[in-house]
């Protein structure tokens, strides 16, 4: 059984950096197809970014060239790495490992970016 425990976020100004972590355990983050979303209050969840077993990394449009989703092996890490943020990025953010049609989901952080 594959658990996520995600750290990272917080409170941050605009045109502010932060980074999320998502550490996997029960099994190698290579074996799935990882990514991160976000729900902002009021709002369903949505895409941010993957990566997928193979090592191709996609985005949501919203991104741009502002966030970088990357994975650490050694450390069986997940990272998304998030530049030039701004009011509209304040959600809860999410990462998950997808495998077979199942989804597993890390408990959230929360990233606010004051304007």
């Known amino acids: 059984q594959v658990q996520l425990v995600q750290s990272g976020g917080g409170l941050v100004q605009t045109g502010g950096s932060l980074r999320l972590s998502c550490a996997v355990s029960?099994?190698?983050?290579?074996?799935?197809?990882m990514g991160w979303f976000r729900q902002a209050p009021g709002k369903e969840r949505e895409f941010v970014a993957q990566?997928?077993?193979?090592?191709?990394?996609w985005y949501q449009d919203f991104v741009g060239d502002r966030f970088i989703i990357s994975g650490d092996s050694a450390r069986n890490t997940l990272y998304l790495q998030m530049n030039s943020l701004k009011p509209e990025d304040t959600a809860t953010y999410y990462c998950?490992?997808?495998?077979?049609?199942?989804?597993?989901w890390g408990q959230g952080t929360q990233v606010t970016v004051s304007s």
């Open positions: 998950s490992a997808n495998q077979d049609g199942v989804d597993n």
């Open positions: 029960g099994r190698r983050f290579s074996d799935y197809t």
């Open positions: 990566l997928a077993r193979d090592g191709s990394m």
